[in-house]
Structures are given as C-alpha cells and as structure tokens.
C-alpha cells in the first residue's frame, strides 16, 4: 500500500467513525500534531497504527452495529472469516 493510500484510509476511517483528528489521535496515544503529520503525509504512516485504527474501527461499527464504520477490505475480510467460522460449526 502506497503512503497515499494510506494516508486516504487514514482519512476515511477516521471520517467514518466521525471523529475529529484529536479524537482519533487519543484513540491511538498520540498527540495531535504527530496525529496531523500522519494525514498530512509529512510523515509515513508506520503499519502498526494503521493495524490499531482499523481496529478500533472495527470496535466501534461493532459497538453501534453499523459496519459501514469498517473499511470496505476490512468488511470483506471479516465476512471471509464469519462465514470460515460458520463453515467450522
């Protein structure tokens, strides 16, 4: 994945969830201006954030039932996994 497109899930998942760059920055223990450099493609997005925030995406669409607050690969991912799960049963 590209630092762009990291930088645009970035974007999207936090837009998703409708949290501000503060929030999100306090979600993952970051302050904000580091928070900011991460969106504003100063700085390149280390995988292991962009692994936490789609976690905590994944926590909140769960939380408000709304999966819609989950990237769409991730939506997809987790629909793979549900139905191994089911298949498992």
């Known amino acids: 994945m590209s630092d762009q497109d990291k930088m645009q899930e970035l974007v999207a998942i ?3 969830l409708g949290f501000t760059q503060s ?6 223990d970051m302050n904000l201006r580091d928070y900011q ?3 504003w493609g100063e700085v390149e997005i280390p995988d292991l ?3 936490a925030i789609e976690r905590i995406a994944m926590l909140h669409a769960v939380r408000h039932r709304n999966p819609m607050m989950v990237p769409p690969a991730m939506r997809a991912e987790a629909l793979q996994f549900a139905r191994l799960v089911d298949m498992e049963a």
């Open 14 to 16: 936090r837009t998703a």
């Open 49 to 51: 954030y962009l692994r």
């Open 37 to 39: 450099a991460f969106e």
């Open 23 to 28: 929030r999100m920055a306090h979600e993952i």
